[in-house]
């Protein structure tokens, strides 16, 4: 069966520090993965996009991998702060079409 | 840029009651989306338009929820009659060209 699975435990940092978290994915064959930060009572907020011909992409602090062969993406935050803390969602689409699919979600929370 | 608006915002029905929902788009966003989002879990596409016909509603559970666009702009997602496991999020979202994708706030249902 198809999967997207990324922590649903908490990852809990220190400031300053460099959070990384993972998102993996079975059966499917993604065109482009997208990563999403959702803050509570809000909706999700896009952040990056990777295609699959695509190693890695920047965006000031954040940082994504996309490994097709181990069917893994990692999203970095460098120099975390607590205004980083939120759960990020990773979403992919498949080539066969345009409709995105959501993994569960991983919660970051940057202490002081 | 004015962002998605949805509403209401919360609302609170007796199981096999009907509920409504709305939202209106980023002005010029030919692509819209309904997802429906179970507390803890990430989003879960329901329907996706291009401008006023439906491109996915695969995962739409037809026999009690419906939706539609008129006029390729505004939208409404229907439940009809609603169940106790119809609690979630609703989110609106919409695109330009497919990849990155502007989410309303969602409506929050509670279905008692």
């Known amino acids: 069966s198809q999967k997207i699975e990324q922590n649903s435990e908490a990852l809990n940092i220190q400031e300053g520090k460099t959070a990384t978290l993972t998102c993996n994915y079975t059966?499917?064959?993604?065109?482009?993965l997208q990563w999403y930060r959702q803050d509570p009572g809000r909706g999700p907020v896009f952040l990056l996009l990777i295609r699959e011909n695509e190693k890695e992409k920047r965006k000031e602090r954040l940082k994504v991998t996309f490994d097709t062969t181990l069917k893994q993406s990692l999203f970095h935050i460098t120099a975390s702060q607590p205004a980083d803390s939120a759960t990020y969602l990773c979403a992919l689409v498949q080539n066969a079409g345009n409709m995105l699919t959501f993994g569960g979600g991983t919660r970051l929370m940057v202490k002081p | 840029e004015a962002g998605v608006a949805q509403s209401p915002r919360y609302k609170i029905i007796e199981k096999r009651q009907s509920v409504a929902f709305w939202c209106n788009p980023i002005s010029g966003h030919a692509t819209l989306y309904w997802y429906q989002q179970i507390l803890g879990q990430g989003p879960k596409l329901l329907i996706q338009f291009q401008n006023n016909g439906v491109v996915d509603d695969s995962q739409l559970p037809k026999d009690r929820f419906s939706a539609e666009r008129l006029k390729g702009v505004d939208s409404t997602l229907k439940i009809q009659p609603a169940k106790l496991e119809d609690s979630a999020v609703y989110l609106c979202?919409?695109?330009?060209?497919?990849?990155?994708?502007?989410f309303g706030p969602g409506t929050r249902l509670t279905v008692l």
């Open positions: 059966n499917y064959s993604p065109a482009y």
């Open positions: 979202a919409s695109s330009s060209w497919g990849d990155e994708q502007f």
